[in-house]
């Protein structure tokens, strides 16, 4: 079963609800945005931390592969852990693709390449 984009947009932020965003961290990093409160959690960290998510709320995989395998998988780790997961439809790409909110997460802060050169600000 699959939650269309649309209904989404209208539980976000719905105490019974979980957004988990299945990409890993290599993915994250490269597309910095995400639905707004959602988790990050990829399918090898679910395998072994998946125990820890809740088991009262209704989870809604969101999936960064086109064909949807990434999300079919991670509900299946879900259900499987005795959780109620769905997927979103379409994924990732089909919320951005509607103009739904986004939020950005950006890259981590890097190390000049010189530390001896003096800072721009004054």
Do not use: N
Not at 1 to 14: C, F, T, V
Not at 19 to 35: G, K, N, P, S, Y
Not at 43 to 56: K, M, N, Q, R, T
Not at 84 to 104: F, T
């Amino acid at each position: 079963m699959d939650m269309p984009a649309s209904e989404l947009l209208q539980r976000l932020g719905d105490d019974e609800l979980l957004v988990l965003d299945c990409r890993t961290l290599e993915d994250w990093m490269a597309f910095d945005i995400h639905i707004p409160g959602s988790l990050r959690m990829s399918l090898a960290e679910l395998v072994d931390a998946g125990h820890e998510l809740p088991d009262d709320e209704l989870i809604v995989v969101v999936g960064w592969s086109a064909d949807g395998s990434d999300a079919r998988k991670a509900r299946r780790i879900l259900r499987l852990r005795g959780r109620d997961a769905v997927c979103l439809e379409g994924g990732l790409r089909a919320w951005v693709g509607a103009g739904y909110p986004i939020e950005r997460h950006g890259q981590p802060a890097r190390p000049r390449s010189d530390p001896h050169r003096p800072d721009m600000a004054h």
